[in-house]
């Protein structure tokens, strides 16, 4: 906070406990009251180290309280007689079945998303650059840069910005620059100056 206070409920994602299948974005963060002991976890549940699918958060990601990205090792069999894993109880098998059950596509978050409160991403979504998820929505396939999704399933309520505006921010990805610019460009940034935005490109 302002006054040095510490906000533990807030938690910048690069600066916890990593996991092997999930990369992570500089300044993405994640609020959660619970103070869980590993939020990368708590997010992305049914991801285990090693599973055949990865997920990427983009940085300057803000992840709000609730939210849950169901990767694709949370799938069940389909195929047979019962949908019932039972080889995530037989050690021997466990690992081996997450390889066989269904295809595993990689889940994309792009950089600049905002997921609002208790939202769930299904298995393989990809969210482009400066996507909102609205509180509550569920999240599939492919969402548009700078789109605004909401609902079950989650639909396109509308873009936050014309095609030429979002052509002009994908170009300048300022997420990418260094540091020290896109400090001096957090007034344009936030008065949506993209004239100004580009004449502070790096």
Excluded at 90 to 98: F, G, T
């Amino acid at each position: 906070m302002p006054d040095g206070t510490s906000v533990p409920s807030v938690f910048q994602l690069t600066g916890v406990k990593q996991h092997p299948n999930i990369s992570v974005g500089r300044y993405a963060y994640a609020s959660d009251n619970a103070l869980p002991a590993d939020i990368l976890q708590t997010i992305a549940p049914y991801l285990f180290p090693g599973a055949p699918e990865k997920l990427s958060i983009g940085p300057f990601c803000q992840i709000a309280e609730g939210v849950r990205i169901i990767t694709s090792s949370a799938n069940h069999p389909m195929d047979g007689a019962t949908t019932y894993p039972f080889a995530i109880f037989n050690p021997a098998r466990m690992v081996s079945y997450a390889f066989e059950v269904g295809p595993k596509p990689d889940t994309v978050i792009g950089a600049d998303c905002w997921i609002g409160r208790d939202a769930l991403i299904l298995p393989g979504a990809v969210l482009g650059h400066g996507v909102i998820v609205q509180a509550g929505a569920v999240v599939r396939g492919h969402v548009p840069d700078y789109a605004i999704v909401g609902g079950n399933p989650a639909q396109v309520i509308r873009m936050r910005f014309p095609d030429p505006v979002i052509a002009r921010l994908l170009d300048l990805a300022w997420w990418d620059w260094p540091e020290a610019a896109i400090i001096a460009a957090i007034p344009a940034l936030e008065a949506n100056d993209i004239d100004g935005l580009a004449a502070l490109r790096p």
